[in-house]
Each structure stands twice: as C-alpha cells, then as structure tokens.
C-alpha cells in the first residue's frame, strides 16, 4: 500500500479497509482449506476405526468379509485421494479380499456331485447329479485380524498427529487475521486523529 495519494502522505479510512481486504482475503482462504482438510481428515479417521471394530467383531460373530470388504472400498474411494497414505493402508487389503471373493465366485453356483446308485439296482454303479452350492465364505483368521486392525489402528494415529498439526496451523491463519484487524484498527485511529488535528487548527 502506498502511503502517497494525490501528492499527501495522508492515508484515508477506505485505503486502510482496502489493505486490509487483501491482506486478509489469502489468510481466510488457507485457514478454509486448512479447515476443510481438517474436517475431511477427522470423517477418514472414523471410517478407519469403524473398519477396525468390524474387524475385531469378526473374531466372534462369525460374519464372513463381505460388510468389511464394502467399508474398506468405500473408505479408498472416499479418502484415497486427499489421504494417499489410507490408499497405501488399505489397498493391500482390498486386493487380497477382491481376490478370496473372486476365486468363490469362480467355482460358479453349481457343482457336480457322484452319487451312488441304490443297492439293488442290478446295473450297479453310479451317477454324475448336478446340485446347487453356496459359496463359501470368506473368512479371515485372528492373525490376519490383528496384523489387519494394527495397521489401521497405526494409520488413524498418523493422522491424528497430523490433525494436531493443522490445528496449530489454523491457529497461526487465526492469529495473523487479528494481527491484520488490530494493524487496521491502530492505523484508521491514527488517521482519525491526524484528521481531527487538521480540523482542530484549521478552525
């Protein structure tokens, strides 16, 4: 801001307000996206530890991992992106689930089955009958439950020390807007009381 108008080092209320819209307007646009990251980052969080009580359930309601499957999918979808590290965390388990499920589904929804036939039959021998199956489901092993929940539970306390961290970021945006409101408000009383003095010896 220059502090010459029109030839006087006089500077008016309305440049004071000018300067101070541009000074603020950069730091309200960081601290909203800081804002935004930070909300986003706290919805990855809960996805992550809803996906790891999903798990730990898993060792005693004796549910398959189609419902964890869905959560970690949808989790990627949604977070990957802005969060690359949840990709990174949960790709490897996508892809193992993906392939268990893909290989049931593969052995098709029949299956052929030898059956005797009844004794007495004077041909003997047996038949080939075609009956329906139900997939097997797809389990996973405490272990794999464990190593699967520690690293989530790992990633969640990753980003907790992030979120620590924008915090003390939306706290500095936060303390450079007081700064630019205080800086306004001493100079525009400075200038008001220039202003009063002039009037003041003129009359």
């Given at each position: 801001m220059s502090n010459n108008v029109s030839g006087s080092n006089f500077i008016s209320n309305s440049e004071i307000l000018t300067w101070m819209q541009e000074k603020t307007d950069g730091i309200y646009g960081h601290m909203r996206d800081a804002m935004d990251t930070s909300n986003n980052r706290a919805h990855a969080e809960d996805a992550l530890n809803d996906i790891k009580?999903?798990?730990?359930q898993m060792k005693t309601n004796g549910k398959d991992a189609t419902?964890?499957?869905a959560a970690i999918h949808d989790a990627i979808a949604?977070?990957?992106?802005?969060?690359?590290?949840i990709s990174k965390c949960l790709q490897g388990f996508a892809d193992d689930l993906d392939s268990r499920f893909a290989e049931e589904a593969a052995k098709g929804t029949t299956q052929r089955t030898m059956v005797l036939n009844i004794p007495g039959n004077l041909r003997g021998g047996s038949h080939v009958e075609v009956v329906g199956r139900n997939p097997d489901p797809v389990t996973l092993d405490e272990k794999q439950i464990d190593d699967w929940a520690k690293a989530i539970g790992d990633k969640v306390d990753g980003l907790g020390k992030q979120d620590q961290l924008g915090l003390i970021n939306i706290q500095e945006f936060n303390a450079q807007l007081n700064q630019a409101k205080q800086t306004a408000s001493a100079l525009m009383d400075a200038a008001d009381k220039a202003a009063n003095s002039i009037i003041s010896h003129i009359s």
């Open positions: 009580n999903q798990l730990l419902e964890v499957n949604k977070y990957g992106e802005e969060f690359p590290e």
